[in-house]
């Protein structure tokens, strides 16, 4: 199984559950492979502990073909990382584009092949495993193509071969509703001396939990208050203990956005026409720790009331995204105690501590925590570099659906950028004073200069505006340097071209705001305005000047380049199909009529598959 069929070719070992029928196949018959089998049964089962975990695997003697390279042969190991209850417990490695299976390949000395590259660069070994987009290379039939286009590609010949089927998994799993411990919403029920366990009343509601706790001993501090727990049944009279046990924090919090709708209701529960007025939430963000457990609680709780008659909604957001986590490396002393990244030093490219100088083991870079100390303190960012530079950062490292890694040469970047942008502003700030206006300017000669200063702008505002609807930050953020670059090397000489200037710096201004708004606020008082610049309408392009004239198209016989031929931008393949047989080009057949397959991604690829 495998989220990454396109990655395919980067294949280079195949790992199994230890408790995968194979494995405990194997495991009668070698006492090894049985032996490490019992030491992964003794870790955790948790997916967010085994992906901290160190790795092991235990190499068999058996291996599996691959199924695009002739002759290739994969070994097969029983992984400690690997768990059964996730798609067939088996998967392909990739150690070049997966920080697991590229731990696992380099502890065990194993291949690693690259398949995929930002703009056809190849990565060195000290910047893999690469975990961007790009486009595929060392592919054979996936050559130049993007990561989805691959992705249906290789299903499509996985299918075409009878190999293997598309499919969805679905990885929910049940979750314990009460914890042993204070925090949490208190469960209303009692066990009476007679036996029966039985709900407070509804007049004795809510249950309060008691303010004087004490934490310092082990265990359930509720079990242990010498009072709170011993109670009486308001209808019997008989002696009863409350249930000690709380409800998960992701029980209380999958409904309180609802109370939001009515922010004045205290004495019941919700206002329907509050909530049929505000309901469903139009988009919900949360971090990856979410994603399953406080999304499953609260569709459960939407129905729940949706089939009691509250509100006129069955579900509780229309939208959902996943957002990455900000990481950093972990460093920890010889007795194991955690240690801030303030508190270290490097030197030979050894970590030391700052008050001993005793040195540290660097561990991997893993979400930031109070537990571990591997976190950076916002306030010191702010104080050094401001608020913006840490937005700017976090924005632009990674697409936000994935972690990125704290890094002080990467805020540094971002600061020289902030800086970059006020410098442009204020150094173009006198054309903002000229009376001519932009329709006045516009009548006049336009120069090539003003012609390529409307397509960047125009062209990077259309992408812009897509990618951050599409909640491809790092893809906005990377239009923005584009446009911000080619702004601070422009130099205008005449009037439209001075309109044109102002017309970019008031969309740059514009487009930076939901990423730097302090920045961008005080660039649009600069430029001469008083209101608001986060209520200014979001600008629009200029369909005129978006147009590209020629696409560059991908020729491929069998998956490899034979040529590239320009054509007219957004040409339909039969378009395509009859330039290719106007030119003369060797190693592509002059008759096409017994072309197997096609595949075209339009102003991209051509593949003929004969």
């Given amino acids: 199984f495998t989220t990454r069929p396109d ?63 002739k002759n290739v042969k994969l070994k097969i190991f029983i992984a400690n990382f690997i768990l059964m209850d996730y798609g067939t417990g088996a998967i392909f490695g990739c150690p070049a584009h997966d920080q697991r299976d590229y731990d696992f390949a380099k502890k065990y000395n194993l291949e690693i092949i690259q398949v995929l590259s930002e703009k056809n660069k190849i990565a060195s070994n000290k910047n893999l495993p690469y975990l961007g987009d ?300 000229i009376s001519l206006s932009d329709n006045e300017a516009e009548t006049e000669t336009e120069t090539e200069n003003y012609t390529n200063l409307k397509k960047i702008t125009h062209k990077n505002l259309k992408d812009i505006t897509k990618s951050i609807e599409s909640f491809q930050m790092n893809v906005a953020v990377a239009k923005i340097y584009e446009m911000t670059n080619f702004l601070t090397t422009f130099k205008a000489k005449n009037s439209p071209e001075k309109s044109a200037l102002k017309e970019s710096i008031k969309i740059l201004i514009r487009v930076l705001e939901p990423m730097t708004p302090h920045l961008a606020e005080e660039c649009w008082s600069i430029i001469g305005h008083n209101s608001i610049l986060s209520g200014q309408k979001w600008p629009e392009f200029n369909k005129n000047y978006i147009i590209d004239e020629l696409a560059s198209i991908v020729i491929q016989v069998n998956g490899k380049k034979r040529a590239i031929i320009e054509i007219e931008n957004n040409a339909e393949q039969d378009e395509v199909l009859k330039q290719l047989k106007m030119i003369k080009i060797i190693q592509i057949p002059d008759d096409l009529s017994n072309i197997r397959k096609i595949i075209f991604v339009k102003n991209k690829i051509l593949n003929l598959v004969l």
Avoid at 20 to 33: M, V
Avoid at 392 to 411: H, K
Wanted: hydrophobic share 30%; aromatic share 12%; glycine share 6%.
């Fill in 134 to 433: 790009g486009v595929h290379i060392n592919s054979d039939f996936l050559n130049g193509l993007c990561i989805e286009e691959a992705k249906e590609t290789s299903i499509n010949k996985i299918k075409e071969c009878n190999i293997g089927e598309k499919t969805t998994t679905y990885r929910i799993r049940d979750w314990g509703v009460s914890r042993q411990r204070y925090w949490g919403c208190p469960i209303p029920i009692i066990y009476r001396e007679d036996g029966e366990v039985i709900p407070v009343p509804d007049n004795e509601l809510p249950v309060s939990l008691p303010d004087d706790i004490d934490f310092d001993s082990p265990g359930n501090p509720l079990e242990k208050h010498p009072t709170w727990k011993y109670t009486t049944c308001s209808e019997t009279g008989m002696k009863a203990v409350r249930e000690t046990d709380t409800l998960d924090t992701f029980v209380d919090s999958s409904w309180y956005f609802m109370k939001y709708c009515s922010e004045k209701i205290q004495n019941h529960s919700f206002d329907d026409e509050d909530l049929n007025y505000w309901m469903p939430v139009d988009q919900y963000v949360g971090g990856v720790e979410h994603a399953i457990l406080h999304l499953l609680y609260s569709r459960f709780f939407s129905k729940a009331l949706s089939d009691s008659g509250v509100g006129n909604f069955n579900e509780p957001f229309e939208g959902l995204f996943t957002q990455g986590m900000v990481c950093h490396e972990t460093f920890k002393t010889k007795k194991g105690e955690w240690i801030l990244p303030s508190d270290t030093y490097e030197e030979n490219n050894q970590f030391f501590r700052l008050e001993t100088n005793e040195p540290l083991t660097k561990g991997p870079s893993e979400s930031m925590s109070k537990s571990k100390k591997n976190v950076v303190d916002p306030e010191t960012i702010i104080n050094t570099y401001g608020a913006d530079t840490a937005r700017w950062f976090m924005l632009s490292d990674s697409p936000p659906g994935r972690d990125i890694n704290w890094s002080e040469s990467g805020i540094k970047g971002a600061w020289k950028f902030i800086n970059k942008v006020w410098n442009l502003v204020n150094e173009n700030k006198e054309i903002f004073q």
């Fill in 7 to 69: 990655t395919i070719f980067g294949a280079t070992f195949v790992a199994i559950s230890p408790q995968h029928p194979l494995s405990l196949e194997i495991g009668n018959l070698d006492k090894e492979a049985k032996k490490f089998i019992k030491f992964c049964e003794k870790q955790s089962s948790s997916e967010a502990e085994i992906e901290k975990a160190e790795k092991f695997g235990y190499e068999t003697s058996l291996t599996v073909s691959h199924p695009f390279k």
